[in-house]
Nanobody, 120 residues
Framework: QVQLVESGGGLVQPGGSLRLSCAAS????????MRWFRQAPGKEREFVAT????????NYADSVKGRFTISRDNTKNAIYLQMNSLKPEDTAVYYC?????????????WGQGTQVTVSS
C-alpha cells in the first residue's frame, strides 16, 4: 500500500525559510522519481519540483527556481523541499507525489498535504 506523509509546514514571515519532508512507503523508493506540487486557495494544483531516480536530477517550476531545493535520502525513503526567500504567493498546501505503474496503467499517488502560510 503506497503511503506518502508530508510534514514541516507552518506559518513563516516573508523572506523566511521552511523545510518540508515527505516519508514514502509501499513501493521501491530508490527506483522512482518524486515530485512536489502545491495548491493555493481557489487555484489548481501546480507543479513545484521533481527529482529523478537513481541520478537525482532535479527540475523546478520557474516561480520557485533559485529559491527552492528538492532532495532525496534513499536510506530513509524520504524527499525534502528546502524553501528559502519565501513569498506570500508561496502560500499553499504542498503535496508529495509519485507516479507508479499499476496493473492497469500509470497512477498518481498523493500525500495528505502540509499547509505553508507566508504572512507577516
Amino acid at each position: 500500500q503506497v503511503q506518502l506523509v508530508e510534514s514541516g509546514g507552518g506559518l513563516v514571515q516573508p523572506g523566511g525559510s521552511l523545510r518540508l519532508s515527505c516519508a514514502a512507503s509501499g513501493f521501491t523508493f530508490n527506483n522512482e522519481a518524486m515530485r512536489w506540487f502545491r495548491q493555493a486557495p481557489g487555484k489548481e494544483r501546480e507543479f513545484v519540483a521533481t527529482i529523478t531516480a537513481p541520478t537525482s536530477i532535479t527540475n523546478y517550476a520557474d516561480s520557485v527556481k533559485g529559491r527552492f531545493t528538492i532532495s532525496r535520502d534513499n536510506t530513509k525513503n524520504a524527499i525534502y523541499l528546502q524553501m528559502n526567500s519565501l513569498k506570500p504567493e508561496d502560500t499553499a498546501v504542498y503535496y508529495c507525489s509519485v507516479n507508479l505503474w499499476t496493473g492497469t496503467g500509470p497512477k498518481d499517488y498523493w500525500g495528505q498535504g502540509t499547509q505553508v502560510t507566508v504572512s507577516s
